[in-house]
Structures are given as structure tokens and as C-alpha cells.
């Protein structure tokens, strides 16, 4: 029963726009905090993004600071990431977690993940 669903990501070029969704069926639904995680080729997996189950808390890397902006649908458990000014370095498989904030790359539950190509 529990599942997180990605969907969104693609093939972009330098400097466009990509929003990946996640939606989550979880225990309890309506109370995980939720994020975003990636893994680009030979580099482990590194933090993105995060909001709280509230909504009322956010969490960037500082590599994305300015560019990405994460949100939640509250009534239907869904995370988003919108992704803008892409660039060639935000290429990677995009991973969605759910469980307690904040959250962790070493817990929570996860998604299948969702490629996101940037080419120049």
C-alpha cells in the first residue's frame, strides 16, 4: 500500500524549466514531511529539497538556493519541485522521500526516481 509516484522529468536544455511531482500513499497520509533527493552518474546521493508535513518549512542545498522551489499539495499528499534555470550540473535521477522532518537521505520512504537531463 505505501507508494510514491514520480512523475516529470525529462530532457531540457541549459537555462529551461522542469516541475517534477511525487505523489505519496502513505501511512498516516497527511503527516510526512516530503522531499527531494538526486544522484548523478559516479557521485553519491545528495540532498535537494525538503518541506514539512505543515508546509510551513522549507529546506534547500545551496546548490539550488534561487532556482528551485518546493511545494506540497496538502489534500492530496503530492510534492512538487519546480526546477528553473537548469543547469548541465542539475542532471541526475531525481528521488522523492517521505517521513519525519526533517528529512534524511537515511530514512523515510522513497520513490523510484525520475531522470532529469539538462543539455547544453
Known amino acids: 500500500q505505501v507508494q510514491l509516484v514520480e512523475s516529470g522529468g525529462g530532457l531540457v536544455q541549459t537555462g529551461g524549466s522542469l516541475r517534477l511531482s511525487c505523489a505519496a500513499s502513505l501511512p498516516s497520509s497527511g503527516f510526512y514531511a516530503m522531499g527531494w533527493f538526486r544522484q548523478a552518474p559516479g557521485k553519491e546521493r545528495e540532498f535537494v529539497a525538503s518541506?514539512?508535513?505543515?508546509?510551513?518549512?522549507?529546506s534547500y542545498a545551496d546548490s539550488v538556493k534561487g532556482r528551485f522551489s518546493i511545494s506540497k499539495d496538502t489534500a492530496r499528499n503530492t510534492v512538487y519541485l519546480q526546477m528553473n534555470n537548469l543547469k548541465s550540473a542539475d542532471t541526475a535521477v531525481y528521488y522523492c522521500?517521505?517521513?519525519?522532518?526533517?528529512?534524511?537521505?537515511?530514512?523515510?520512504?522513497w520513490g523510484q526516481g525520475t531522470q532529469v537531463t539538462v543539455s547544453s
Open positions: 522521500n517521505a517521513g519525519p522532518w526533517p528529512i534524511r537521505a537515511t530514512r523515510g520512504y
Open positions: 518541506i514539512s508535513d505543515s508546509g510551513d518549512y522549507t
